[in-house]
C-alpha cells in the first residue's frame, strides 16, 4: 500500500508541474519569403504583419513589396507568382501548382523571374488592380517563391520546393467588417493513440476570415492539480459563417478527471474564452468499471458464507457424542 501511495503521488507531481522545451536549431537552408511592410489598411491586426490583410474598395490600385531569400550555397532562378487559395475545412487551402482564381487576375508581380547568388535577398513589388466592378466581399490567394529542379532522368521527376504569403483581400465601400468568433462547446475526447484531447467547437460571428489558435489550462483535477497551457494543435481558419473545431492535444499521463478546463483563444487582437467541465474517457479495458466490482466483492461474500457454513458443520459432527472422530480421540 505504502508503494502505491508513493507511485500516486509522483504521479500527480509529473502532472501539476508544467515542462517547457524549445529546440535551438537553425531552419534548413532553402529559399523563404516574407512581407515587407503591413497593410495601411489593416495597421492593427497582428496577422498583417505576416500575411497580406487588406480592405480596398473596387477601382482601387495597391502596392505591395514582399522579400525573397537565398539561403543556400548556390545560385537560384526563383520563379515568383500568384496562385489561388480558398477557406475551406479550417484550413487555408492552396490551390494545385500555379493554377489561378479571381483574385489573382487582379495581381502582377514586376519580376516573376530571379537569378539570385548564394545567401542574397531581393524584393518584388506585387501590385493589386481592383476592377471598378468587382463584387464586394472577401478573395484569397497566395504570392509564391519556388524554385524547381531539372527533370531527373529516366523519371522525368521534378522537384519544387517553394515558399509563400497568403493574400486575405477584402473588396468594399466604407469601413471594413469587424472580425469576430465565437466559442460555442467544450468537448473531451482521445486520439488513437490514447493521448487526451480538448476540442473547442467555434463559429465565426464577424465579416472577416479569422485564423484561430490558443491554448488551454486544466485545473480542479484530481487530488486538486493543475497541468498545461497546451497549444492548439494547428491554427483553424474560417470565412464568415464557417464553424470549426480547435482541438489541442495534451500529456498521456493525465488522470481523467474530471477536470474544469480553461480554453483561451484568439484571432488577431480578438479574444475569446470558454470554461467547462471535462472528463476524458476511459482507455481500454484496463480496469473493470467500478460497478463492476460490487458484483464481484457480493459473489466473494456469497462464497465466504458458504465455507464458513461448510466448516461449522464438520465442527458440529466432531464434537456429537458417538462421532467417528470422538471414538478416535
Same mark, same amino acid.
Given at each position: 500500500?505504502?508503494?502505491?501511495?508513493?507511485?500516486?503521488?509522483?504521479?500527480?507531481?509529473?502532472?501539476?508541474?508544467?515542462?517547457?522545451?524549445?529546440?535551438?536549431?537553425?531552419?534548413?537552408?532553402?529559399?523563404?519569403?516574407?512581407?515587407?511592410?503591413?497593410?495601411?489598411?489593416?495597421?492593427?491586426?497582428?496577422?498583417?504583419?505576416?500575411?497580406?490583410?487588406?480592405?480596398? *474598395?473596387?477601382?482601387?490600385?495597391?502596392?505591395?513589396?514582399?522579400?525573397?531569400?537565398?539561403?543556400?550555397?548556390?545560385?537560384?532562378? !526563383?520563379?515568383?507568382?500568384? *496562385?489561388?487559395?480558398?477557406?475551406?475545412?479550417?484550413?487555408? /487551402?492552396?490551390?494545385?501548382?500555379?493554377?489561378?482564381?479571381?483574385?489573382?487576375?487582379?495581381?502582377?508581380?514586376?519580376?516573376?523571374?530571379?537569378?539570385? &547568388?548564394?545567401?542574397?535577398?531581393?524584393? !518584388? &513589388?506585387?501590385?493589386?488592380?481592383?476592377?471598378?466592378?468587382?463584387?464586394?466581399?472577401?478573395?484569397?490567394?497566395? %504570392?509564391?517563391?519556388? !524554385?524547381?529542379?531539372?527533370?531527373?532522368?529516366?523519371?522525368?521527376?521534378?522537384?519544387?520546393?517553394?515558399?509563400?504569403?497568403?493574400?486575405?483581400?477584402?473588396?468594399?465601400?466604407?469601413?471594413?467588417?469587424?472580425?469576430?468568433?465565437?466559442?460555442?462547446? %467544450?468537448?473531451?475526447?482521445?486520439?488513437?493513440?490514447?493521448?487526451?484531447?480538448?476540442?473547442?467547437?467555434?463559429?465565426?460571428?464577424?465579416?472577416?476570415?479569422?485564423?484561430?489558435?490558443?491554448?488551454?489550462?486544466?485545473?480542479?483535477?484530481?487530488?486538486? %492539480?493543475?497541468?498545461?497551457?497546451?497549444? /492548439?494543435?494547428?491554427?483553424?481558419?474560417?470565412?464568415?459563417?464557417?464553424?470549426?473545431?480547435?482541438?489541442?492535444?495534451?500529456? &498521456?499521463?493525465?488522470?481523467?478527471?474530471?477536470?474544469?478546463?480553461?480554453?483561451?483563444?484568439?484571432?488577431?487582437?480578438?479574444?475569446?474564452?470558454?470554461?467547462?467541465?471535462?472528463?476524458?474517457?476511459?482507455?481500454?479495458?484496463?480496469?473493470?468499471?467500478?460497478?463492476?466490482?460490487?458484483?464481484?466483492?457480493?459473489?466473494?461474500?456469497?462464497?465466504?458464507?458458504?465455507?464458513?457454513?461448510?466448516?461449522?458443520?464438520? %465442527?458440529?459432527?466432531?464434537?456429537?457424542?458417538?462421532?467417528?472422530?470422538?471414538?478416535?480421540?
Amino acid at each position: 500500500m505504502r508503494r502505491l501511495l508513493t507511485a500516486t503521488l509522483l504521479l500527480l507531481g509529473a502532472v501539476s508541474a508544467t515542462v517547457t522545451s524549445a529546440l535551438a536549431a537553425s531552419p534548413p537552408p532553402g529559399i523563404g519569403i516574407r512581407l515587407i511592410s503591413a497593410s495601411a489598411s489593416e495597421p492593427s491586426d497582428p496577422r498583417a504583419r505576416l500575411y497580406i490583410v487588406d480592405h480596398l *474598395a473596387p477601382g482601387t490600385v495597391s502596392h505591395r513589396q514582399v522579400e525573397v531569400a537565398n539561403s543556400t550555397n548556390s545560385t537560384l532562378v !526563383v520563379s515568383a507568382y500568384p *496562385a489561388g487559395a480558398a477557406v475551406a475545412n479550417g484550413s487555408f /487551402a492552396f490551390a494545385p501548382d500555379r493554377a489561378g482564381d479571381e483574385l489573382t487576375t487582379w495581381i502582377a508581380v514586376d519580376r516573376g523571374s530571379l537569378t539570385m &547568388k548564394p545567401h542574397t535577398k531581393t524584393r !518584388v &513589388k506585387v501590385t493589386f488592380n481592383v476592377p471598378r466592378d468587382a463584387a464586394p466581399g472577401e478573395r484569397y490567394a497566395v %504570392i509564391w517563391a519556388e !524554385v524547381r529542379s531539372a527533370p531527373a532522368p529516366g523519371t522525368g521527376v521534378v522537384v519544387i520546393n517553394r515558399v509563400g504569403v497568403r493574400v486575405y483581400l477584402l473588396v468594399g465601400a466604407g469601413n471594413p467588417p469587424a472580425p469576430n468568433f465565437e466559442i460555442t462547446s %467544450i468537448k473531451a475526447g482521445r486520439t488513437k493513440a490514447g493521448q487526451p484531447t480538448v476540442t473547442a467547437h467555434v463559429l465565426n460571428t464577424g465579416g472577416r476570415t479569422v485564423d484561430i489558435g490558443g491554448n488551454v489550462r486544466l485545473s480542479h483535477g484530481p487530488g486538486g %492539480i493543475s497541468a498545461g497551457p497546451f497549444s /492548439a494543435q494547428q491554427v483553424t481558419t474560417l470565412a464568415p459563417g464557417q464553424s470549426g473545431e480547435v482541438t489541442a492535444v495534451l500529456d &498521456k499521463k493525465l488522470p481523467s478527471g474530471p477536470w474544469t478546463v480553461s480554453m483561451d483563444l484568439k484571432s488577431g487582437l480578438i479574444e475569446q474564452s470558454h470554461q467547462a467541465t471535462i472528463q476524458f474517457p476511459g482507455v481500454g479495458p484496463k480496469a473493470a468499471p467500478r460497478s463492476y466490482l460490487v458484483p464481484a466483492l457480493v459473489g466473494g461474500g456469497i462464497l465466504a458464507v458458504v465455507v464458513l457454513g461448510m466448516l461449522a458443520q464438520v %465442527i458440529h459432527r466432531r464434537r456429537r457424542p458417538g462421532s467417528i472422530q470422538d471414538s478416535t480421540a
